[in-house]
């Protein structure tokens, strides 16, 4: 063979290497594009339960309070049917919604109580659009059998007046803030003081959950990570004193108005009820 001969073959050999591997990248692409990041916690107290999609167990002996690592879904419509612990899939479900999970969402089921304690589950659309340098994204759920609620952060209101199944979100100077839930428009303190850790480039999201009536009332966090700005490395400021001069928005200045309703999740999310 030739030296223009064996180059040619060469060529064609690496040629026909890239054109495989680009092949596969983009097959891989494709299949994490179709699918959805999804997490699910249980906020029922006092009842461990299986979750199941369709007549298939998603997660065995859910424990109240327990929030999943984020798992990832494929595309598409879920029967999500929530029996008590050892009772699926062939009895009657607790809590049953289809689902659909569209391509590209990250979301956060949440099996919960209603405000008047009848079990219920909702999705949320966690917002994981950039950061600006040196803040943090705080969300409020509100998913407890308990009347509206305002949230505080080093004493003074943050969300005001928030409602079960609603949602209160904005951005803040990233530091660590004492947190508590107290009864809308009172200094009636129904949970915490908590310390919340808001990292630079994260959105944490705090759910208010459990029963007032029954006095188990609760907080839980997730945090959702990778939504810097550039540049990185902002400094963000001394803890606790940061987040109350937030330059950008103030915690003071946050209120109903940064609501994000569980409707606006519709938009990724439509839930609908199944035939029972």
């Known amino acids: 063979m030739n030296t223009r001969v064996a180059s040619a073959s060469v060529a064609v050999g690496i040629a026909v290497t890239l054109s495989v591997t680009a092949g596969a990248a983009s097959a891989q692409q494709r299949a994490a594009d179709d699918q959805a990041t999804v997490s699910v916690l249980h906020g029922v107290p006092g009842l461990t339960v299986d979750v199941y999609a369709g ?40 809590i049953e919604k289809t689902v659909d999970v569209p391509a590209g969402a990250n979301a956060t089921l949440v099996a919960h109580l209603t405000a008047d304690g009848k079990p219920a589950l909702d999705a949320f659309v966690n917002d994981t659009s950039k950061i600006p340098a040196g803040k943090a994204r705080l969300t409020v759920r509100h998913v407890a059998a308990a009347p509206a609620v305002d949230v505080r952060a080093e004493g003074k209101p943050v969300f005001e007046g928030l409602v079960n199944p609603k949602e209160a979100k904005g951005e803040v100077a990233a530091g ?101």
């Open 55 to 94: 007549d298939k167990e998603l997660i065995p002996d859910f424990k109240p309070g327990t929030l999943t690592d984020p798992m990832k879904l494929d595309a598409g419509s879920y029967d999500i049917k929530i029996f008590k612990d050892g009772e699926g899939p062939d009895g009657s479900p607790a």
């Open 176 to 276: 660590t803030v004492s947190a508590d839930v107290v009864l809308a428009g009172t200094d009636t303190v129904a949970i915490g003081p908590a310390k919340l850790d808001l990292a630079e480039g994260t959105n944490t999201v705090v759910y208010a959950w459990g029963s007032a009536d029954d006095k188990n009332l609760q907080l839980k966090t997730q945090s959702i990570t990778g939504m810097h700005s550039a540049p990185g490395g902002v400094p963000a400021g001394e803890t606790g004193a940061a987040a109350r001069h937030n330059e950008g928005l103030p915690l003071g200045a946050l209120s109903l108005g940064a609501v994000s309703a569980l409707g606006a999740a519709g938009l990724l999310f439509r839930l609908r009820h199944s035939a029972r």
